[in-house]
């Protein structure tokens, strides 16, 4: 029996399978409605915790343009789990008798990877939190197969609130993938998360350095603009001009909104309340901002929806590509869709290695992510982590991604513990590690300092 292929992260497609995808997409774009025999008899489940315009209706208009059948769950309190249903039931139940693919949206960070672990059928991330939302950064990287013809070696820059965006997360893992360089503009205060960085680091050994950005004018004259590439990180750190890696030109400016319904501490918040009330505060694509001589080549994009950041000149420029890249959004998730239905004859493999992952068995879960699902969630989720590196040692949570913060690492074998640096620790079988945050707390548990 064939294993059942998720769509959780976009690191669970290989780059050659995600070109043959764009192969499929450019098929279904040019004959949008001569595909209806192609899933005929199988039903596309859309469970929607988050409110959602174009991504559950371009998946809905995709499966219906494949022949399938659609069922809708776009609002949570028509769903039981306003009566406390786990997500983990609703996805076992949904994807039973009910559905042959479920297309999931939800706030927590983790959640599309919690209820792969429980659905008999496909599951496809449509975005969890703050997280990722790999079929936007699909639909992201074919627009820049079909505008630019590749993307490796491609200068693209991110602008915006890169602190919440998922979309910004996915797409910078995908664009260091593929060997683009990435240059972040932020809105002051919603720079690219840490966790973000340090998974660019650890996969890519990106190390991201200060920008020159001066050539990019207005978009960066207030943002302490950073330089991200796959290609060059032993040049870049030894770069040591205080002025930064200078941003000569780019090929696409990538803006997002204000992510407000994300905002999950005070001081952001407030700062929403600013940026909201005074929209001119917020990064603004205008006419004049892409005059710049390094941004008149540029293609603009943008996942929508859109407030004010992108003015409503730039609609009839012939750089501006969003409306194009949402209508794109069919025939790549067309693509996806008939792929993990078994309906393609794919002959890209697979990815090669796969993130093994542990469960946390003793004290406390170790995620310092407040949404996470293994913290929204407490039923049916059992705390997790992958190794980063094991000297010094490194983990993350097994849903949402981020680095666990610990002082100390005990084995439950031994009942000894070490400091992170510990050359003793690459000997211990990782699902032996324990996560300590305290001498104490290591003491409550029974454990003792190594060598005594």
């Known amino acids: 029996?064939?294993?059942?292929?998720?769509?959780?992260?976009?690191?669970?497609?290989?780059?050659?399978?995600?070109?043959?995808?764009?192969?499929?997409?450019?098929?279904?774009?040019?004959?949008?409605?001569?595909?209806?025999?192609?899933?005929?008899?199988?039903?596309?489940?859309?469970?929607?915790?988050?409110?959602?315009?174009?991504?559950?209706?371009?998946?809905?208009?995709?499966?219906?343009?494949?022949?399938?059948?659609?069922?809708?769950?776009?609002?949570?309190?028509?769903?039981?789990?306003a009566k406390g249903e786990s997500l983990a039931d609703t996805v076992r139940v949904v994807g039973g008798a009910y559905s042959d693919v479920i297309v999931l949206r939800h706030p927590s960070d983790g959640a599309a990877r919690l209820a792969a672990r429980y659905s008999p059928v496909p599951v496809i991330n449509a975005g969890d939190g703050s997280h990722e939302h790999p079929t936007q950064t699909l639909c992201d990287l074919y627009n820049l197969h079909v505008e630019r013809g590749r993307i490796e070696g491609l200068d693209v820059v991110l602008a915006g609130d890169l602190k919440y965006s998922r979309t910004v997360h996915s797409f910078a893992h995908a664009l260091a993938r593929f060997g683009a360089n990435i240059v972040c503009v932020p809105q002051p205060g919603f720079e690219m998360p840490k966790y973000v960085l340090e998974l660019l680091r650890d996969e890519f050994h990106v190390e991201p350095v200060r920008a020159d950005a001066r050539r990019l004018g207005d978009l960066a004259a207030r943002s302490d603009a950073v330089y991200l590439t796959p290609q060059k990180p032993h040049q870049l750190s030894l770069?040591?001009?205080?002025?930064?890696?200078?941003?000569?030109?780019?090929?696409?400016?990538?803006?997002?909104?204000?992510?407000?319904?994300?905002?999950?501490?005070?001081?952001?918040?407030?700062?929403?309340?600013?940026?909201?009330?005074?929209?001119?505060?917020?990064?603004?694509?205008?006419?004049?901002?892409?005059?710049?001589?390094?941004?008149?080549?540029?293609?603009?994009?943008?996942?929508?929806?859109?407030?004010?950041?992108?003015?409503?000149?730039?609609?009839?420029?012939?750089?501006?590509?969003?409306?194009?890249?949402?209508?794109?959004?069919?025939?790549?998730?067309?693509?996806?869709?008939a792929s993990l239905l078994g309906q393609l004859d794919r002959k890209a493999a697979g990815p090669t290695e796969r993130r093994s992952t542990w469960p946390v068995r003793l004290g406390e879960n170790p995620c310092p992510n407040p949404t996470c699902i293994s913290r929204t969630e407490r039923r049916h989720v059992e705390p997790g982590f992958w190794l980063a590196s094991r000297s010094p040692l490194r983990a993350h949570c097994a849903y949402c991604d981020r680095a666990l913060p610990f002082r100390l690492v005990g084995c439950s074998s031994t009942l000894n513990y070490h400091q992170p640096e510990s050359n003793a620790l690459k000997k211990v079988r990782p699902d032996h590690l324990v996560f300590l945050d305290t001498e104490g707390r290591a003491a409550d548990l029974g454990f003792r300092p190594a060598g005594r």
């Open 1 to 81: 029996m064939t294993a059942i292929r998720h769509l959780v992260s976009i690191d669970d497609l290989s780059l050659d399978e995600i070109c043959e995808l764009f192969e499929f997409a450019d098929r279904f774009a040019e004959e949008p409605r001569g595909h209806a025999d192609l899933c005929r008899g199988l039903i596309s489940a859309s469970l929607f915790y988050e409110a959602s315009t174009r991504t559950r209706l371009s998946f809905e208009s995709a499966m219906l343009r494949l022949g399938g059948g659609v069922i809708t769950a776009a609002d949570v309190m028509t769903m039981s789990a």
């Open 239 to 337: 770069f040591t001009d205080a002025k930064g890696w200078e941003v000569e030109r780019v090929d696409a400016v990538y803006m997002t909104r204000p992510q407000t319904e994300r905002y999950n501490d005070a001081d952001d918040q407030a700062k929403a309340e600013e940026t909201v009330d005074r929209g001119s505060e917020y990064l603004r694509l205008e006419k004049r901002t892409m005059a710049e001589e390094s941004l008149r080549d540029a293609v603009v994009m943008h996942p929508l929806p859109r407030r004010d950041e992108i003015s409503s000149e730039m609609d009839g420029d012939p750089r501006s590509i969003y409306f194009k890249q949402a209508a794109r959004g069919v025939p790549i998730r067309m693509a996806i869709l």
